[in-house]
Structure formats: C-alpha cells, structure tokens
C-alpha cells in the first residue's frame, strides 16, 4: 500500500501522511466494506484514491511509463551494481514525469490496472488514459535516453 501511494505522490513524508489517512478512513468505513471481492483491494483504493486526492490539491501528480531496459542475463555479485544503477535511473526518470503521466503509467505497470479502470479511478475516458500511457511511455524513453547520452559525455 505504501509503495503504490509513493509511486504516486513522489514525496515519503506524503506518502505517509496519507497512509495513516487511508487507515482511519478504512476504519472508520469499515461498514461500507460490502464483503465482496478482497479487504486488500477495497482498502488499496482508498490508498489510490487519497493519494489522487493529494494530487489534485497540490497539483504535483506524476505518472510512469512501460519501460524497456537491457538488464545482465544473469544476477551474479558482479553484475548487482550496474542492477541497481538502471533502478534508481528508472525511478529517477519516472520522478520527472508531468503528474498526470506518472500516476497513468503508475497505475498501469505497477499495479496492475487495466485501462478501464484507470479511465474510472481518474474520471476520465478510455481512450483519456490510453493516450496518457503512451505519452508517458514516449516521455520515460526520452528521459532515459537523455540521461544515458549526458552519462556518455560528461567529463568528470
């Protein structure tokens, strides 16, 4: 729960904040919680919809992207560093994103949403929330490949 409120707010202290939130508003919902369909996904969307509901107030949302990257065939000690560094690239590139991309791409790759549901999670269309991850997409290369082209030429 934690780590998808991340993904979309892009600030710890924030996340946190809104975490303890989502918990006293589950608990005080918890009459609503119908039975139907898992305790984890019911309280999940209440993590997913404070943390747009943050978003919205401070204007500051953030979607990912699908993303392709070359990692070592195998997983030996030596190859760890260089698997961390494409990690923290990745992440550091998705932190750039325009708000609306980050939380699209957020929700679609890490999480597991299919369009539809985006499009009801944001209130907005289908084919809203498709452009919106395929921009996102097209956005994340961009920033990927620009940090790997100024690695490649800085001097340091």
């Known amino acids: ?3 998808t409120c991340l993904r979309i ?3 710890t ?6 975490m303890q939130e989502s918990f006293l508003d589950a608990f005080q919902r918890i009459g609503s919680y119908s ?3 898992a305790f984890g996904l019911w309280l999940k969307r209440i993590v997913i919809n404070r ?3 943050y978003l919205r107030r401070a204007k500051e949302v953030v979607s ?5 990257v070359d990692l070592p065939e195998d997983t030996e000690p030596d190859h760890e560093e260089e698997l961390k560094y494409q990690v923290h690239e990745i992440k550091e590139a998705i932190s750039r994103l325009p708000d609306e991309y980050r939380v ?5 790759l890490l999480e597991g949403y299919d369009h539809e549901e985006i499009s009801q999670i ?3 269309s289908n084919q809203l929330s498709r452009t919106r991850y395929s921009r996102a997409r097209q956005k994340l290369l961009g920033i990927l490949r620009e940090n790997r082209y100024k690695n490649v030429f800085s001097f340091n």
């Open 64 to 68: 990912l992207d699908e993303i392709q």
């Open 35 to 37: 039975g139907e369909g």
């Open 122 to 124: 944001l209130n907005i």
């Open 51 to 53: 943390s747009l509901d």
């Open 1 to 3: 729960m934690y780590n």
């Open 9 to 11: 707010v892009n600030d």
């Open 13 to 18: 202290a924030e996340a946190e904040d809104i």
């Open 104 to 108: 699209s791409l957020s929700l679609f």
